[in-house]
């Protein structure tokens, strides 16, 4: 494996640190204070919108996709350093359209999706006009299971009809979110892993209800959001259906491949500008007579923190070459370990430049609260470490037998 960046991402890096520090950084204050504190979830903030329109211009529009037909023509491997990027800043990856749960749901129906479902949805979350959200997760049973999903999908003539409770879709929240992909059982008689469908569900639909949206850790993420879906007796068309019946579990596992490996690359931007933070901190404040920078404990912390970083990024770099090279299948050991390694190695850094920053560091005054928020959720978010962890060892006992 070549470590070295091509000329092409080097050249995507450069231009992508420069759109970031002129406009990204200087506007994650602005964006916070055009969100309402009235009604959150009524609208976009101007400037993401004017921040959309400029990186289109900057060509660092959907980058995500390596099908040149669609996005940038990137492989893995290429993406991975310029979603590291992105992930230093809250507010980047949607600027890009390289946000989820939208990257999954467009890589679902790139994938899978008819002519017909890719000119309605897929062109529209193409183009930023819209956005998605993935309805899995289900609040009465251990959806890290997909097995036990119970949401129904039944057919009914010309029509599928769906019934169930969701919760944690991202996204459901932003008025601009238009379509859900809603998974759940169509026929709890078949093989365990073929009775479950994903379908395709307008949220305007009769029968839809966004309950209420939930917060992380006290963070309500406006105007994305976390929302608690009700699906009562919604009808959709039966060319609303992806794949086919009982594809539901097949087109989980290639959605979730790479919507695992995308969050570990932002953790690791997130990381690294924790790290950052800590370091410029550290040398401006003085304790017990010297500097932060200058006690043992603090030069250990940031010493930890580059070396778990480092280990982070080799890890997550294979995988992504991997994926490229043999496929997502056979890369699945490699993805399921960096989803366990990323997001606990960036609550740490993150962790220690909160603590060098003191209370300061809790507040809303400085980015690390609201990412080490966000990041604790990747523990759970695309499976919890723990099924991870089972694959993983499953995996390394197969060569044993």
Known sequence: MNFDYSDKVKACQEKLLDFMEEYIYPNEKVYMEQIDKHAPFSKIPAIMEELKEKAKQAGLWNLFLPDSEYGAGL????????????????????????????????EVLVRYGSEEQKEKWLKPLLTGEIRSCFSMTEPDV??????????????????????GTKWWSSGAGDPRCKIAIVMGK???AAPAYEQQSMILVPLDAPGVTIKRVL???????????HAEIEYDNVRVPAANMLWGEGKGF??????????????CMRSIGAAERALEELCNRVQIRTAFGKRLAEQGVIQEWIADSRIEIEQARLLTLKA??????????????????????????????LDRAIQAFGAAGVSDDFPL?????????????????????????????????
């Open 215 to 225: 917060p992380v850790f006290g963070y309500d993420h406006a105007p994305h959001g």
């Open 142 to 163: 251990a959806s890290s299971d997909a097995r036990n999903i119970q949401a129904s999908i039944i057919r009914d003539g010309d029509e599928y009809v769906i019934n």
């Open 186 to 188: 169509n026929d709890p």
């Open 250 to 263: 097949a087109i989980a596992q290639g959605r979730l491949g790479p919507g695992r490996i995308h969050h």
């Open 320 to 349: 992504a070459y991997m994926m490229d090279t043999v496929g997502n299948k056979r890369a699945k050991a490699e993805i399921a370990m960096i989803k366990v390694v990323a997001p606990n190695m960036a609550l740490k850094v």
């Open 75 to 106: 492989t893995n491997s290429e993406y991975a350093p310029l979603c590291e990027i992105m992930g230093r800043s809250a507010i980047a990856p949607e600027v890009f359209n390289c946000a989820a749960p939208d990257t999954g749901n467009m």
């Open 369 to 401: 609260a609201s990412s080490w928020a966000n990041i604790r959720t990747l523990r759970l978010a695309d499976g919890p470490d723990e099924v991870h962890r089972r694959a993983i060892a499953r995996y390394e006992l197969k060569k044993y037998r």
